[in-house]
């Protein structure tokens, strides 16, 4: 409450007006309620600002291996990448340093390229096991494998952490699995590509959040929802 302090009581005509002043009670609950209310909201703004960097960076990925498969596939004058010549993890390779910058070629031991474990949203333990790893000047790192048993159109398969070693080392925050089509369009699991927004769900649900140990489905859903990290 308000206090009115008493005016002076010296004497004179003009009287000047009560000063208004808060009580020490009362300031103390307003900065305990102020406390309490940043202690509330501060976490999740700074969640959502996380969420948005992870999806920039992904997006930014995404941007630059689809204009050099594009570029690739108009270099060697060919109507699709396997007719380009990517058809084993040596071309994959080899195309991967023809058109980035690679500070680190791992071969095949996934460490220091990758982190040695990752954790998907339920909290369940996974690992990275494909064939070959490096990591790129922008600070992603790349495993990657020909997927010559695979659904026919997908070409091969990418786990991406976007920011290499560095955590939350889990999937479908900063690591995502994504998989290259024969036409060159990067997409999530599927029979061809673009997958379908319902396939894209489905993987969501079976696989991104559920216990399962494959890693694919959190792409597609970022995919359906715009470029927005809305789980």
């Not at 103390?28 to 992870?54: C, D, E, W």
């Not at 994959?92 to 680190?104: P, R, T």
């Not at 790349?142 to 976007?162: E, H, M, R, T, W």
């Not at 959040?209 to 694919?216: N, Q, V």
Request: glycine share 8%.
């Amino acid at each position: 409450m308000l206090k009115c302090l008493p005016a002076d009581q010296s004497g004179g005509g003009n009287s000047p007006a009560p000063k208004l002043a808060f009580t020490l009670a009362e300031v103390l609950v307003t900065l305990g309620i102020i406390g309490v209310v940043s202690a509330m909201t501060v976490p999740t703004l700074m969640q959502n600002h996380q969420r948005k960097t992870y999806v920039v960076q992904l997006h930014k990925f995404y941007n630059e291996m689809s204009q050099a498969l594009l570029q690739y596939q108009t270099d060697k004058n060919a109507i699709n990448l396997k007719e380009a010549g990517l058809v084993s993890n040596d071309d994959i390779g080899e195309f991967i340093k023809s058109y980035f910058k690679v500070v680190n070629d791992c071969g095949a031991d996934r460490t220091p390229c990758m982190a040695n474990e990752y954790k998907k949203i339920s909290g369940t333990a996974v690992s990275t096991n494909l064939n070959r790893y490096v990591t790129l000047a922008s600070g992603a790192s790349l495993g990657y494998s020909y997927k010559s048993a695979a659904p026919a159109n997908i070409l091969f398969s990418l786990d991406v952490d976007i920011n290499g070693q560095n955590g939350p080392n889990i999937v479908g925050r900063d690591v995502f699995a994504v998989y290259v089509y024969e036409n060159g369009i990067i997409d999530d699991y599927g029979a061809s590509a673009p997958v379908s927004k319902d396939d894209r769900e489905n993987n969501f649900e079976n696989t991104c959040i559920g216990t399962a140990a494959d890693w694919y489905g959190c792409f597609g859903k970022i995919l359906n929802d715009n470029w927005e990290m809305t789980y």
